[in-house]
């Protein structure tokens, strides 16, 4: 069982759920500034997905834990992160599969995922811990990040 605290998210939703999962997979950093990130490598990355809204879908969820798993874990789950070229570009640095990236693209799939809810909920924040020390928060900016 994953036992993590997680840096809280001020927010005035009534509702807040926090899924946390975890997959396997290995990327690589295609600059010559990333050092030994630059081989591949895999991660054993811990995921935090913050959701919350003020009203609950039919079912009476905020959202179903299972959509959300399904959304990042049934789409990076055991693959080289590189190869999913939808969403990260050896071209463009802001679209390398650092661990910035990967928090940035869990947030966007995740509220994407949202978007279609009748109830909205919002995605404030994802966590990717991709070593026991070193971890990500990403946190989208109001009015800008924010469809």
């Known amino acids: 069982m994953l036992q993590q605290f997680y ?3 001020p927010h005035h939703y009534r509702y807040e759920l926090n899924k946390d999962m ?3 997979a290995a990327h690589f950093i ?3 500034d990333a050092g030994v990130c630059a081989r591949t490598h895999g991660h054993t990355y811990f995921i935090n997905i913050t959701v919350a809204g ?9 959202v179903n834990f299972k959509e959300l798993k399904e959304a990042v874990h ?3 789950d055991h693959t080289l992160l590189n190869d999913d070229r939808d969403v990260f570009d050896p071209n ?3 679209r390398f599969p650092s661990t910035e990236v990967v928090a940035r693209v869990v947030w966007e ?21 991709e070593t026991p020390t070193s ?8 009015g800008v990040d924010l469809r």
Do not use: E, M, T
């Open 7 to 9: 840096p809280q998210v």
């Open 22 to 24: 975890h997959l396997a």
């Open 30 to 32: 295609p600059h010559p």
């Open 54 to 62: 003020d009203d609950l879908d039919d079912s009476g969820f905020l």
């Open 74 to 76: 049934g789409r990076w």
């Open 92 to 94: 463009d640095p802001d």
């Open 109 to 129: 799939r995740i509220q994407a995922l949202l978007d279609q809810k009748p109830n909205r909920p919002r995605c404030l924040q994802v966590v990717v811990r």
């Open 135 to 142: 971890y990500v928060v990403f946190r989208p900016r109001p």
